[in-house]
């Protein structure tokens, strides 16, 4: 069982950056891992993700040059920066873990509210 736990959610101007950090109670290493948001009336998207060891980063295009992934194994922590911010960023972000050797073995955080005024 893992449970995750995201912070550093809050209310920045357009422009401005934020950082996310998900805090994870077992080990993530043989997880990926990722971000999601959801803004209201609309779906869960993806944000980015890492590969289980941090091999590999990848994110959508919206996120693409603006929002970098990394995580800390050692610390089981997943951070995400978020540089140039946008109204339209306005989102509740999720943390996401799946493990890599037991299907369907995924957990989700409760998710930390960030926005973005113009």
Request: aromatic content about 12%; some cysteine.
């Amino acid at each position: 069982q893992v449970q995750l736990v995201e912070s550093g959610g809050g209310l920045v101007q357009a422009g401005g950056s934020l950082r996310l950090s998900c805090a994870a109670s077992g080990r993530t290493f043989t997880y990926d891992m990722g971000w999601y948001r959801q803004a209201p009336g609309k779906e869960r998207e993806f944000v980015a993700g890492s590969r289980w060891g941090g091999s590999s980063t990848y994110y959508a295009d919206f996120a693409k040059g603006r929002f970098a992934i990394s995580r800390d194994n050692a610390k089981n922590t997943l951070y995400l920066q978020m540089n140039s911010l946008k109204p339209e960023d306005t989102s509740i972000y999720y943390c996401n873990a799946k493990n890599v050797a037991v299907l369907g073995r995924e957990y989700w955080g409760q998710g930390t509210q960030v926005t973005v005024s113009s």
